[in-house]
Structures are given as structure tokens and as C-alpha cells.
């Protein structure tokens, strides 16, 4: 089965992403970050940045501060727990201090805006994590800071792609009364202040699921998406695009995509040994 005949799709192998190992952290870019910079890898769209981070037991980011991004933490496996200069999550395990401990499925999300600092910390006793961080550059500068968290099953994600972010109600020209409502296009995902969706499907091996460009987002525009294979099953996942058998992925790999339109549908079939997580961001 072929589809999106007109797109083009250009593979962005795992060897050609940054890496660095700290001890602590062992991270991968897909996009220039930190001291790793490539020019044919600096943005897609409004996508700025995806690391794939691994970060062992009683480790992790220490308290920092972030501007004018939405930034997103997509955890597949371990613990990770969440602080913040705005608001407390939750108590849990007596801690005196507020918190928000992340496991699988969790999406915890931040709007950098007029500026905020927040820690990222492993605190389980022996097990490494192993989670995405993506950057999206929003639609304007000096918003007001929010967090939103959500968790989002896998027996959905075994049934089709679900949509995990969708474009705040409004727009860009947003309300005083919209941005406080944060009320998503689509029902039952994380407002994000980006022309911009992201979703995620665990696909069984000779499944096929089919993503749908633009979902959410602004009619007739054309679309850029970009799917990210993680590396969860030791090298066993593998994934083809568009039914083109010059556009099949690897644990860890990459795919840009462009030459398409809101509407279109992406074939993504599981090729592999093993079970296949896979994630997309759907961008203008």
C-alpha cells in the first residue's frame, strides 16, 4: 500500500543525531542542542528540539529556568519527578514539599513564557529512566507560565494513534479568558500554544496504523510532520512510512516529512520483531 505519493520523506538516521554521556545522563538530539550544533538539523517548523534522555536512579536536572518554549516530557519508562516555581502537583509518599512523580504514559508540559524554573529528578532507588524531552517554539513570546500534566494509556495507543497535544482554543489572538480556560481543539489533550499536534500508537509487529496531518490544527495549511522511532526494544522495532520501502526506520531514527496537507493520512506499519512506539509531531 503506497501513500502521500507527492510527500517527501527524508530519513534522519540515529548515528547522525548529538550524543553525550554524562554518567548520569545518557541523551541523544535529534535537533542542535547543548554543544552539539548542526545546521541541517536546527528546527522543523515549530519544532525545535527532541532528546531522547536516559537518567539513572537518584540523578537528574536540578532546578533551572526556561523561557518563551513549550516544552513537553513524553516518559516511557522509570520515574520522573516533577517540581516547579508555580505550582505543587501533588503530596505523595509524605513528602512535605509538592510534587508530581511522572511514570509511563505521563506527559507532563510546560509554557516557558515570561520565564519559569522547574526540576526534573529521578528519585527512584535503582531504576534509570528513560523519557523524550521536546521543544516547540510558540506562536509568541511573554505568555503567561503554565504546566498542564496528563496521562495517556496504552491500550489506547494499541488501538490507533492518540493525539497527546493539540492547539489552545483561540489561536495566537487567545483570550485572557481563553488562556485561563486552557481548553484544547481536541477534547481530551494538553493545550499548547503552537500551530502544532503531537501524538504516539504503540503498533504490533505487521500493524499498521494511520496518522491524520493536521488533526486540530488550521484548515488547508500545509503541514510538516516529523516521526521519532524510540529505542525501547533493544533494536527489534522497526517501522515503514508510506508503504515506500526506502523509508523504514530503525530504533532511534527519524523522519521528516513534508508535502502534505491537513486531511492527508500517514501510513506507519510495524516491521519489526516487537512491538513499536511511535511518536509524531504534526507542525505548520
Known amino acids: 500500500m503506497n501513500s502521500l505519493k507527492n510527500a517527501a520523506i527524508s530519513l534522519h538516521r540515529s548515528a547522525a543525531r548529538g550524543h ?63 517540581r516547579d516555581s508555580v505550582t505543587g502537583k501533588s503530596k505523595q509518599g509524605g513528602n512535605t514539599d509538592d510534587f508530581y512523580r511522572m511514570q509511563r504514559g505521563d506527559v507532563q508540559f510546560t509554557t516557558g513564557g515570561s ?20 521543544w516547540v517554539m510558540p506562536w509568541k513570546k511573554g505568555l503567561t507560565p503554565r504546566y498542564h500534566t496528563r496521562h495517556f494509556d496504552d491500550a489506547a495507543k494499541k488501538e490507533g494513534f492518540v493525539t497527546i497535544l493539540s492547539p489552545l482554543k483561540g489561536g495566537e489572538g487567545a483570550s485572557a479568558e481563553q488562556e485561563a480556560a486552557a481548553e484544547p481543539t481536541q477534547a481530551g489533550t494538553i493545550p499548547i500554544h503552537a500551530d502544532v499536534t503531537m501524538g504516539a500508537a504503540l503498533i504490533a509487529p505487521k500493524g499498521a496504523f494511520a496518522w491524520k496531518v493536521g488533526g486540530g490544527c488550521t484548515e488547508g495549511r500545509a503541514r510538516k510532520v516529523f516521526v521519532h522511532l524510540p529505542m525501547t526494544k533493544g533494536g527489534k522495532a522497526r517501522i515503514r512510512l508510506a508503504g515506500r520501502a526506502g523509508a523504514e526506520l530503525d530504533e532511534g531514527d527519524g523522519a521528516f516529512i513534508e508535502g502534505v496537507s491537513t486531511g492527508d493520512e500517514l501510513l506507519v506499519e510495524s516491521i519489526g520483531e516487537a512491538e513499536a512506539e511511535v511518536v509524531v509531531v504534526d507542525t505548520a
Do not use: C
Request: hydrophobic share 35%; charged share 20%; no cysteine.
Open 115 to 134: 520565564g519559569i524554573a522547574h526540576s526534573e529528578m529521578n528519585e527512584h532507588p535503582s531504576e534509570t529512566v528513560h523519557f523524550l524531552q521536546i
Open 20 to 82: 553525550s554521556d554524562h554518567g548520569w545522563l545518557n541523551t541523544y538530539h535529534s535537533f542542535s542542542f547543548a554543544d552539539w550544533h548542526n545546521p541541517d538539523f536546527a528546527q522543523f517548523g515549530a519544532l525545535r528540539v527532541l532528546n531522547e534522555d536516559r537518567v539513572k536512579a537518584q540523578s537528574g536536572f536540578p532546578t533551572h529556568r526556561h523561557r518563551d518554549f513549550e516544552i513537553f516530557s513524553y516518559v516511557m519508562s522509570g520515574q520522573l519527578t516533577h
